[in-house]
């Protein structure tokens, strides 16, 4: 069997990630479209969602990730498993999310997940993390009101980073009074949070929920 080596980063700006993801499908990708939609950003292997489907199976679960060989890999063991309320795609997030999102039925996606993103430590670098003030105003934009975004990393200065992305955003509050979340709110951990909790080291996790934005400059 042909071993394929998967790099361990890309750089989503280079020129070969450009490309947009062309819209889904809804009705052809899930057999019941409608029922609320998890969206993973930097799936990675897929395992998490993986058990997220198979432990919510009224929910749909879509993972994006820009390594190409994990995506056919996750799509491949998602079939053997047979689950249908689980896809994978290959894409940059950084400009697929309109594309994907603008076909879906108002109030569908009701929770995003962005665990242990690339930290890309340096600040020349820094354009290259995944969570930009573009990705939340367009997640702001087709999650349902009530919908909650879930952030997690291992490295402190990237979780402060996200937060404030998303506490920028007026769209967004923070639950809870406390800086950081005890624990996961969800049933299952990533792999990467399985390897930080082995080794002892702390993790920064963060909720936020999408509130309706009432236009105060608008007629009654
Ligand atoms: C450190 S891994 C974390 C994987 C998984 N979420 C976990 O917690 O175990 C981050 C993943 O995000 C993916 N990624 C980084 N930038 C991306 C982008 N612009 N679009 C899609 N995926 C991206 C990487 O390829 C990588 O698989």
Partial sequence: MA???VRQHVNPLANKYQIPANPLEWEKVYPQPNQPLHLDIGCARGRFL?????AEPNWNFLGLEIREPLVVDAN?????????NLHYLFC??????????STLTPGILQRVTIQFPDPWFKNRHAKRRVVQPELVAELAGYLAVGGVVFVQSDQKFIAVEMCDRFSEHPA????GTEEWLAENPLPVPTEREIGTI??????YRALFVKREIVNIDSPV
């Fill in 172 to 175: 967004f509050v923070k639950m």
């Fill in 50 to 54: 993986l058990e997220m489907a198979q």
């Fill in 76 to 84: 491949r063991l998602r079939c053997e498993l047979g689950l249908t």
């Fill in 3 to 5: 071993v394929v080596r």
């Fill in 198 to 203: 082995n080794k002892g080291e702390p993790v």
């Fill in 92 to 101: 940059n997030v950084n400009n697929s999310l309109t594309p994907l999102l």
